[in-house]
């Protein structure tokens, strides 16, 4: 009696700690009451804040529509640039709502929804030193945040034009950019043409100028959680399909940027 | 933009929030260290050497490291094996064993300094090893020990800035943040520098003072 | 456990980190010599009587010893930009860490002096030495004595704060090029605890080797 007692026991034991091993990260997001997106607040309109202090921007509306599908609340963690995958691998969010560019390298840590954004590069400067083409920024003072899209790009092309007088400094968040832009330690960089518009109206720099569009392929972002959260993935996915497919998308570019929403498919591929 | 700062008591308001955090970080950094510091140096300053020597090198390698590195590599390798701390228990973590590492060698100095001769005086009066401890070494070591500990406590609260890298918003990172937003860079690091300085200056000249006076006793 | 360590692909990245090395170690020598020379004026200055130069140096030397290091770099390079000084990510990191380095050794070298008993100047003076000729002879040689050790470790404080250069944009020396490495491939965990390994051994070198000299120059 006391065997087969002690039998049944072990395994109730074993069943408990064998089973829930691996819980799906949607279920922890729902049973946890919070979402914890990881945006990026020096990246108007995507992400900033306003005199309050309060983190707004299309990001921002992103982040709070997908925790109000999930029904919980948002919470924003804060992340330069260059920390929205860390944040995500090292568990201090849960989500990156960050316009983060779908590239395959990081394809090898991280997983990506299908794109909710798409960007398009311009040349930023400052009033008067003559630079407006992309390729009049050979041989200048040039600059970017480290690891994005753009910067890889544009220091590939800084080592290929091989000029002197030429350099590539890459910063650790989008607000060192604009400042070292501001006082000169940088010529120009290349941002999204978004974020240039945004900052030249914000009037917050003086005398900064939007340049002619920079020659890189369009940058479709997407929506990243962990590489081996599938289930949450595909959830990530079909909140970004019915974004579009309900307006709301159109809407909340309208809000933040004004005019049509660029097209988010690509032509003669399925997916 | 020239009609005056867009800095306010909105922004203060929140740098001092900021300054808490770092005050915290401190504290929990400088408890934890010097709890673990006691124990390490007292280990240290009785210990035969096959345990001094390694405890030595280990600890040797809190101080050898760049923190900044230390609070990455923790930082990595705890979502590595899964554990769920935030970025500010993290922090403290780090400064606290990087707080004791310093902290076994004031100790130790402090413990060094009783002279034998006292404490083989007083093992002879009659008290145990442990009374000696307590009664004869500790307030001598404390006073010995008190203007060194003093500046390490200032120093883990400077050094509690570069936890920012790991994303928690202390001072400094407020700080970055504020200047984001309204981008008056200096006016906003000179209010931050003003905050750290307020908090550290008193406090350093306290140590000062204190030292000076029991120095001129002895 | 769901992370697989990528060593193999993280030790072809050595030799980039060790030339990052190298750049950290000129830095950090760099701002000890600077460090050093401003220390030593502005101890001299805390100790004048000249109302100025007491109020500028204990400006410098409270003001560095009161806030933190990062803070110092950061505002070299963002503060003085807006003054119009434009500073670049490398010359803001070694002008932050010479002066941290100065208002500490400032402290060590007034601590230095006051150690040398005024008897020995005095002796040497009545023994027909012009006075820098006494000081140069007499004074500075115990003066090293005292402050050598605090000096070494300012040193080891030195190459440790450069790594604080990564904040500002620096990306050549060691911690600069470890972060570009982590932000093209997120192996952070390797390629951080091969920089942890690197610094460990220089500053294991420097202290060793600091002492080794030590008991040369100071056999008697």
Same mark, same amino acid.
């Given at each position: 009696?006391?065997?087969?007692?002690? *039998?049944?026991?072990?395994?109730?034991?074993?069943?408990?700690?064998?089973?829930?091993? #691996?819980?799906?990260? +949607?279920?922890?997001?729902?049973?946890?009451?919070?979402?914890?997106?990881?945006?990026?607040?020096?990246?108007?309109?995507?992400?900033?804040?306003?005199?309050?202090?309060?983190?707004?921007?299309?990001?921002?509306?992103?982040?709070?529509?997908?925790?109000?599908?999930?029904?919980?609340?948002?919470?924003?963690?804060?992340?330069?640039?260059?920390?929205?995958?860390?944040?995500?691998?090292?568990?201090?969010?849960?989500?990156?709502?960050?316009?983060?560019?779908?590239?395959?390298?990081?394809?090898?840590?991280?997983?990506?929804?299908?794109?909710?954004?798409?960007?398009?590069?311009?040349?930023?400067?400052?009033?008067?030193?003559?630079?407006?083409?992309?390729?009049?920024?050979?041989?200048?003072?040039?600059?970017?945040?480290?690891?994005?899209?753009?910067?890889?790009? +544009?220091?590939?092309?800084?080592?290929?034009?091989?000029?002197?007088?030429?350099?590539?400094?890459?910063?650790?968040?989008?607000?060192?950019?604009?400042?070292? *832009?501001? #006082?000169?330690?940088?010529?120009?960089?290349?941002?999204?043409?978004?974020?240039?518009?945004?900052?030249?109206?914000?009037?917050?720099?003086?005398? +900064?100028?939007?340049?002619?569009?920079?020659?890189?392929?369009?940058?479709?972002?997407?929506?990243?959680?962990?590489?081996?959260?599938?289930?949450?993935?595909?959830? +990530?996915?079909?909140?970004?399909? *019915?974004?579009?497919?309900?307006?709301?998308?159109?809407?909340?570019?309208?809000?933040?940027?004004?005019?049509?929403?660029?097209?988010?498919?690509?032509?003669?591929?399925?997916? | 933009?020239?009609?005056?700062?867009?800095?306010?008591?909105?922004?203060?308001?929140?740098?001092?929030?900021?300054?808490?955090?770092?005050?915290?970080?401190?504290?929990?950094?400088?408890?934890?260290?010097?709890?673990?510091?006691?124990?390490?140096?007292?280990?240290?300053?009785?210990?035969?050497?096959?345990?001094?020597?390694?405890?030595?090198?280990?600890?040797?390698?809190?101080?050898?490291?760049?923190?900044?590195?230390?609070?990455?590599?923790?930082?990595?390798?705890?979502?590595?094996?899964?554990?769920?701390?935030?970025?500010?228990?993290?922090?403290?973590?780090?400064?606290?064993?990087?707080?004791?590492?310093?902290?076994?060698?004031?100790?130790?100095?402090?413990?060094?300094?009783?002279?034998?001769?006292?404490?083989?005086?007083?093992?002879?009066?009659?008290?145990?090893?442990?009374?000696?401890?307590?009664?004869?070494?500790?307030?001598?070591?404390?006073?010995?020990?008190?203007?060194?500990?003093?500046?390490?406590?200032?120093?883990?609260?400077?050094?509690?800035?570069?936890?920012?890298?790991?994303?928690?918003?202390?001072?400094?990172?407020?700080?970055?943040?504020?200047?984001?937003?309204?981008?008056?860079?200096?006016?906003?690091?000179?209010?931050?520098?003003?905050?750290?300085?307020?908090?550290?200056?008193?406090?350093?000249?306290?140590?000062?003072?204190?030292?000076?006076?029991?120095?001129?006793?002895? | 456990?769901?992370?697989?360590?990528? /060593?193999?692909?993280?030790?072809?990245?050595?030799?980039?980190?060790?030339?990052?090395?190298?750049?950290?170690?000129?830095?950090?020598?760099?701002?000890?010599?600077?460090?050093?020379?401003?220390?030593?004026?502005?101890?001299?200055?805390?100790?004048?009587?000249?109302?100025?130069?007491?109020?500028?140096?204990?400006? /410098?030397?409270?003001?560095?010893?009161?806030?933190?290091?990062?803070?110092?770099?950061?505002?070299?390079?963002?503060?003085?930009?807006?003054?119009?000084?434009?500073?670049?990510?490398?010359?803001?990191?070694?002008?932050?860490?010479?002066?941290?380095?100065?208002?500490?050794?400032?402290?060590?070298?007034?601590?230095?002096?006051?150690?040398?008993?005024?008897?020995?100047?005095?002796?040497?003076?009545?023994?027909?030495?012009?006075?820098?000729?006494?000081?140069?002879?007499?004074?500075?040689?115990?003066?090293?004595?005292?402050?050598?050790?605090?000096?070494?470790?300012?040193?080891? /404080?030195?190459?440790?704060?450069?790594?604080?250069?990564?904040?500002?944009?620096?990306?050549?020396?060691?911690?600069?090029?470890?972060?570009?490495?982590?932000?093209?491939?997120?192996?952070?965990?390797?390629?951080?605890?091969?920089?942890?390994?690197?610094?460990?051994?220089?500053?294991?070198?420097?202290?060793?080797?600091?002492?080794?000299?030590?008991?040369?120059?100071?056999?008697?």
């Amino acid at each position: 009696m006391i065997g087969r007692l002690g *039998l049944f026991s072990a395994m109730l034991i074993s069943m408990a700690v064998v089973t829930p091993a #691996q819980a799906d990260k +949607l279920d922890d997001i729902i049973a946890s009451g919070k979402l914890r997106c990881a945006v990026v607040l020096d990246f108007p309109p995507m992400g900033s804040r306003d005199e309050k202090n309060t983190p707004i921007g299309y990001d921002v509306d992103t982040c709070n529509d997908l925790a109000a599908a999930l029904g919980v609340k948002p919470e924003y963690v804060e992340t330069p640039f260059p920390d929205r995958i860390p944040a995500l691998t090292s568990g201090r969010a849960d989500v990156g709502v960050a316009s983060t560019s779908d590239t395959l390298k990081r394809a090898q840590t991280i997983g990506f929804s299908i794109p909710y954004f798409a960007f398009k590069m311009v040349v930023l400067t400052k009033k008067g030193i003559g630079i407006d083409s992309y390729a009049s920024l050979k041989g200048r003072k040039t600059g970017s945040v480290s690891g994005t899209f753009e910067a890889i790009a +544009l220091e590939k092309d800084v080592k290929k034009w091989n000029d002197p007088k030429g350099s590539f400094r890459a910063y650790q968040t989008q607000a060192d950019v604009f400042l070292a *832009l501001a #006082q000169g330690q940088i010529e120009a960089t290349v941002v999204t043409s978004t974020v240039a518009a945004a900052t030249v109206k914000g009037g917050k720099f003086k005398d +900064l100028q939007v340049g002619k569009d920079a020659p890189y392929d369009i940058d479709y972002v997407g929506l990243i959680a962990l590489r081996q959260d599938y289930g949450f993935l595909n959830y +990530l996915n079909l909140f970004v399909h *019915l974004q579009t497919r309900t307006g709301r998308a159109q809407e909340l570019y309208q809000k933040w940027i004004g005019g049509t929403m660029p097209d988010l498919t690509v032509k003669g591929v399925y997916r | 933009m020239m009609d005056g700062s867009d800095f306010g008591l909105q922004e203060l308001l929140l740098m001092l929030k900021g300054a808490g955090v770092t005050l915290s970080i401190t504290f929990w950094a400088v408890l934890g260290g010097t709890l673990m510091g006691l124990v390490f140096g007292l280990v240290r300053s009785v210990a035969p050497w096959w345990i001094n020597w390694p405890l030595g090198g280990l600890l040797d390698v809190f101080r050898s490291v760049p923190l900044l590195i230390q609070l990455v590599l923790v930082n990595s390798f705890k979502s590595i094996i899964g554990l769920n701390a935030s970025a500010f228990v993290v922090s403290c973590v780090v400064l606290a064993f990087y707080t004791s590492s310093y902290c076994s060698e004031i100790v130790r100095a402090g413990v060094q300094a009783v002279p034998q001769t006292t404490r083989r005086a007083a093992r002879s009066l009659g008290l145990t090893y442990w009374q000696d401890l307590r009664e004869i070494v500790f307030p001598i070591a404390l006073r010995v020990s008190l203007p060194s500990w003093t500046g390490l406590t200032l120093g883990v609260m400077k050094d509690s800035a570069l936890v920012l890298w790991i994303g928690v918003i202390e001072l400094l990172r407020t700080s970055q943040v504020i200047i984001t937003r309204i981008q008056e860079p200096l006016l906003v690091l000179s209010v931050c520098g003003l905050i750290y300085f307020v908090i550290s200056y008193p406090i350093s000249r306290l140590g000062t003072r204190l030292e000076a006076r029991w120095r001129d006793l002895d | 456990m769901n992370y697989t360590f990528h /060593w193999y692909q993280a030790f072809r990245a050595l030799p980039e980190m060790l030339v990052g090395a190298l750049v950290t170690i000129e830095v950090a020598v760099l701002s000890m010599v600077i460090g050093i020379a401003a220390g030593i004026l502005l101890a001299l200055g805390r100790n004048s009587k000249n109302k100025l130069l007491y109020g500028v140096s204990t400006a /410098w030397v409270e003001g560095a010893r009161n806030t933190p290091a990062l803070f110092q770099i950061y505002m070299a390079y963002f503060g003085l930009g807006s003054l119009g000084i434009f500073v670049d990510s490398f010359p803001a990191l070694l002008i932050g860490i010479s002066f941290n380095n100065a208002g500490y050794l400032a402290e060590t070298f007034r601590g230095g002096l006051r150690a040398v008993p005024p008897t020995q100047m005095r002796a040497a003076r009545s023994l027909g030495m012009s006075a820098p000729k006494a000081f140069r002879l007499v004074v500075l040689p115990q003066l090293f004595r005292t402050v050598f050790h605090p000096l070494m470790n300012q040193m080891v /404080w030195a190459i440790l704060m450069t790594s604080l250069g990564v904040v500002v944009g620096v990306n050549i020396d060691l911690t600069g090029v470890t972060q570009e490495l982590n932000v093209r491939t997120f192996r952070t965990f390797e390629y951080f605890a091969m920089a942890a390994v690197i610094y460990y051994v220089i500053t294991k070198l420097v202290t060793l080797s600091a002492r080794a000299a030590a008991s040369r120059l100071f056999r008697y």
